[in-house]
């Protein structure tokens, strides 16, 4: 994503050749070695250089990754798709912070308060005191309680949804 927004000939550049590369190769598969040598041979040359321009082009966008910080996490044919799969890591770590860390701050925060208080004798004692579990006080809802409830809810929710799209 870095690369496609900043960069975008680049990636362009290193799609046409990937792709060239692929058709000479197809070309090269239809062509006889021993029957149409002068051919076969042509093909094999244009497939190095364009291998290598590509090997050049993939080092050139390893090196703008570098220079942002994006470093490839794995070796890979490309640099470029392991630069975005650090990039999604990348990423995907960032939104997790964003909606977690939030959640746990907030379940900290009032560990000792009741979202809501229930009414005297509507449950058992040991129901009671689950509800308000860790810290809350007996007959509430601890945050941590609730929160749990919430995430079960919309866990059964999203597979009900899920089930829906599928039918």
Not at 25 to 42: C, G, H, M, N, V
Not at 100 to 115: E, H, T
Request: aromatic residues 14%; glycine residues 6%.
């Amino acid at each position: 994503m870095y690369l496609r927004t900043t960069q975008g000939s680049l990636v362009r550049r290193q799609s046409e050749l990937k792709g060239d590369i692929m058709k000479t190769k197809q070309e090269l598969s239809r062509t006889s070695a021993q029957d149409q040598f002068a051919k076969w041979a042509k093909l094999r040359r244009s497939i190095d250089k364009k291998l290598s321009d590509l090997e050049k082009l993939s080092a050139y966008t390893d090196s703008l990754l570098r220079h942002v910080g994006a470093y490839p996490l794995r070796p890979t044919d490309s640099n470029l798709s392991s630069g975005k799969t650090a990039f999604t890591i990348a990423f995907r770590v960032f939104l997790w912070v964003i909606v977690n860390i939030p959640q746990y701050v907030i379940a900290w925060r009032y560990r000792s308060k009741g979202v809501f208080w229930l009414p005297q004798g509507w449950f058992n004692p040991v129901v009671m005191w689950w509800l308000s579990f860790p810290f809350a006080p007996r007959g509430s809802v601890s945050v941590m309680t609730w929160t749990w409830a919430c995430k079960a809810v919309l866990q059964v929710g999203e597979g009900a949804m899920k089930f829906i799209i599928r039918a």
